[in-house]
């Protein structure tokens, strides 16, 4: 179907010739343009898989790519964020680089751990530390990471401190030298010291040639020398450990592009034409990586210069300009200037946001959408009633109110309609709860912050009770509270631990201290214990002789919590730090499965949480190598100064969306609210930063002689620029003139005063003062602490389907409730709650049982993969777990021993098939599994070696292989090729280790295998991976493979069958089936004795197959 194109549009499409840079208004159709290029482009004999897409995350590529399939009717267009294209390159340049990353990424939560733990052997000479530690390793750190965005090494800025202090130290004794004052002449004035400064510097009096501007240039660099060591220790560091952060991956791959033309060149003729979306958001580093790609100008980068909101990440702010510069006048610039998707009144006051801005590039935003009504403006009397005026509107305003759409339908405004933006999380965070607390849906999607979670509090009282649970009560007193113990019980265990506690300081010789023992035991002065779990431990193993047996209760309670720790402790004893945690979270603890029992919002942020906890400790065990739990409780202890965020909140189906400015960028809505546009909030306070690659060291263009300040501030303007251009019919800027406890009013934001809101005819200025205050979450007081506590509890239990006990909570909030009406508890009956009349419509439940539930899945989006649809048809049950829920699992040493060997495979054949002549040799193939080789997953050096052996001999193997394949005629022909194939309308996707070619020029596919077992020649043929490879390479070259072969490198052995269309399409029906039946969601557990044994649910699934006991 053809699509409607404005005149830029279709210029911006079909451009021929050049270098092309498309500068696209917020609603121009920035994505709509992309696609139709790419469209294009294979219309006019571009192959798509000559097309690259670059764009800037994982989401947007994903889209990106759904959206070409979809209209150009190709998945074989290459759609990549930067990161992982350089990420691809790397792992196929191995050889030519000579950098291993087999440890994995190291996050920046690691790289500021790494500097706070070293930062006492950094030695700083210049920089001060204090007791300032956390902020000056994240200063430094960041300042790190600038300098990799101007492509800056550690020599380089070694040598231009070296250079530009003593060019300065030469310029101060100059000053020096002239500045000699007489004994009787009078102290200059401000105005003699400029005059005289000025006739001293002549031209380069704005190099600050006085002396206090030298001093202070020279502190500053000598700051930098502090910095320049800590970057030249990070990076020893990094190669040393083989860790790779996410600016190696760009710049390593420059680095070897500048060094190895013919590398180069292989990329340069791979793809004809690259597009880069979102262009405004490009570092220094990323423009250089286009420009090497494309040395002749087939590139086309789209962006907003209005819309760079990512500054403070390293975006390049001339990015445009050196785009222009570095193509000259070959370059083509277009503007799409026509907002689709805002009212005329929404653009036109946004459009004046911008217009202050010095020196801007002008463009003519218009829509030809109707007026709308005007910008409201809320002026509030107090944050209270900021938040109230929005949900009122929402509630009483806008909720069903009829709304004409984009498509010129008519329908009323729903909950997904809505968003509210925040220029700060914390912010969002206020509002999101009150709109929840009015029984509004509500999504907050932003970051979380995983140490404050109580799930992860949870956790680290168990981590620390296994270390050590004779010194930490407190943490014994927690993992008591949430099983259910209660306060009065935990109380009568501490009594009874500090009374042990002074009874032992009693037996101990104080003359040398003078401390009584009441002090000593106060004080936790208790020698290794503190006497809680030898309480718990005494109550259980010799209850009768227990000072605490006669006045406690819940003991079976509390004997079971000894038994879970007595169990943690002994795993953590037999076990490494991953496994120990992996285990103690999935199946010794019931924290995941709390988390799995349900898909409330809360349930699904603690699973998320969850896996970056177990991702956190794998990241450390790889690079720790074999630490002790008490290492990683230290590794956390620093981990925690620091914020380790987590995208937490999708878009629900209808639900008001609640996220930050930077988090809505890209999306729309029909009614927007963005809130605090006050002074000190937006803008927010400008804070310089301590590090930043002076102007004469940055690579990239100069921007406009603006100090760090003013540049800031363009920053913040452009932001809410972007939140204004979010809304599509209705836009609301809120603030408050009384935040918090200040006694002072708050001023608007300075953008609103320079947009005269108060007399703007764009805007409606409305006042508010709410009649109540901002709704209580849950009250201080101690009756509904005490409610919400006993909330809690019920949840729980009915989570885990204890139902009695879930009951039992119920009883009670219902005799708080009882208590707070103002009666006496001993009027409280339970018959009042649970009698024998109590209405249950049972054909309700009956009914709900029979309907269809909320799917958990995104059918539209949906792909799958020939290992999926093999764990579907092992268990349906397993399936779940693993591809819809994504319960992580234990990394095992036998996977990372068949990823070094796949990898080092994969290597070797694709240097065969670039490199004319040449063949794999053991020397070449032991070298790469050095730099693949991973020792973190093993638990003993024995079970490494045994391993390593193997590899080996499996490599050897492979080298003989390749020879013989050579001298019988065969060709390799590609490695690891990406297929996509549609089984009953949906994608499945995968990768072939390999295809060969025959001497007959038929296609043989191979797939590597480093097991020691595997399938026979009849068995091979009913294989869904095979077969997929198959259909793969008839949909790839036209026609199916004569043949398909495991090749099972550590028997020696390859097992192959012939191919024909008969024996492919049984099993292409079979995968029909089995999609067929995850689409239509059935997940029913299949158990069986070998599958239940070896599955990595099993901690979690109560339909395993239980092996009978002899």
Known sequence: MAVSLNEEQRKAVEHEGGPLLVVAGPGSGKTRVIVERVKHLITKGFRPAEILCLTFSDKAAAEMQSRIKKEAG???????????????????????TGVSFKSGLISRTNQLVWGLKNIDSFNFEYIEVGNNAVDVIESIVDGISAFRDELVSPARLKEYLTEKKAELEQLKKNASDGATMPENASAPSKQDKRRKAKERSGADEENGNNSAEIDEKIAFLSQLE??????????????????????????????????????LRRYQNRYAHVLVDEFQDNNYAQLELVKLLCPSGNVTVVGDDDQSIYRFRGAYLTVFDDFRDHFKENATTIKLERNYRSTKNVVALAKQLLDPVPNRVSKGLFSENEDGGKVIVARCATDAAEIDFVVNKIKNDLLGKELKRRDGAISPITYRDIAVLSR???????????????GLPCTFIGEARIFSTPVIRDLLAYLRVADDPLGNGIEIARIMINHGVTEQNVKII???????????????????????????????????TDFV????????????????????????????????IRAIVGLRNKSPVGQFVFELVMSKTDLYKRALNDSSEESIRNRLILHEFLKIAQEFEAIAKRPALKDFLDHLNLMSDFDIEIRQGEEEADSIIVTTIHQSKGKEFPIVFVVDVADRKLPLQFREKKFYCPSDLSRGLKFRDLDEKELYLQEERRLLYVAMTRAQHHLFLTLAEIYGDNVRKTKPSKFLVELNFENNRLVELVSYDAATEAPVLVS???VEQLKHEYQLLATKFVNQMQLKSAVEKVIELAMILHYQSGKPLSDFRIDQIISPDISVDRNHVEAQLKSEHASLLEKDSMHFSASSLNTYQDCPLQYKFSRVLEVPTLPKTFFDLGKAVHSVVEVLTKRQINEQGYLPTKQDAIGLLDRYWVSSTYQTAKAEEEDRTSAEKMLEFYVRWCEQRVREGYTPFAAEKNFEIEISGKKLVGVIDRVD??????????????????LNASQIKKDIQMNAYCIAIQ???????VSASLLYLRKEEKVSYLVTPGSVEPVRREMEVLIDGILNERFDPVPDYFTCKYCDYKSICDAKEIEDEE
């Open 780 to 782: 201080d007081s101690k």
């Open 226 to 263: 502090d910095l320049q060591k800590v970057y030249e220790r990070y990076e020893q560091f990094k190669r040393k450990e083989s860790l790779i952060d996410y600016d190696d991956m760009i710049q390593v791959v420059i680095e070897l592009f500048k060094s190895r033309p013919d590398v």
């Open 424 to 438: 700060r999380r914390l912010e969002g965070i206020k509002f999101a709860r009150a709109i929840k607390a009015h």
């Open 997 to 1014: 070619l025959t001497p007959d020029g038929e296609y043989e596919v191979f797939d590597y295998k480093t097991s020691r077992s595997g």
């Open 74 to 96: 190709t998945t074989e267009v290459e759609t990549s964020t930067f990161h992982s294209f350089c990420l691809s390159i790397l792992e196929d340049s191995v050889l030519e």
């Open 1035 to 1041: 949909k790839l070259y036209g026609k199916l493979p």
């Open 494 to 528: 501490n009594h009874a631990a500090k009374a042990k506690a002074r009874e032992l300081v009693k037996r101990i010789d104080r003359t040398e201290s003078g401390i009584s023992a009441k002090e000593d035991a106060d004080n936790n002065r208790n020698y290794g």
């Open 533 to 564: 779990y030898d309480v718990m431990e005494q109550l259980v193993a010799d209850p009768d002789s227990s000072s605490v047996s006669q006045v406690i209760t819940q003991k079976d309670l509390i004997k079971d919590i000894v038994y879970q």
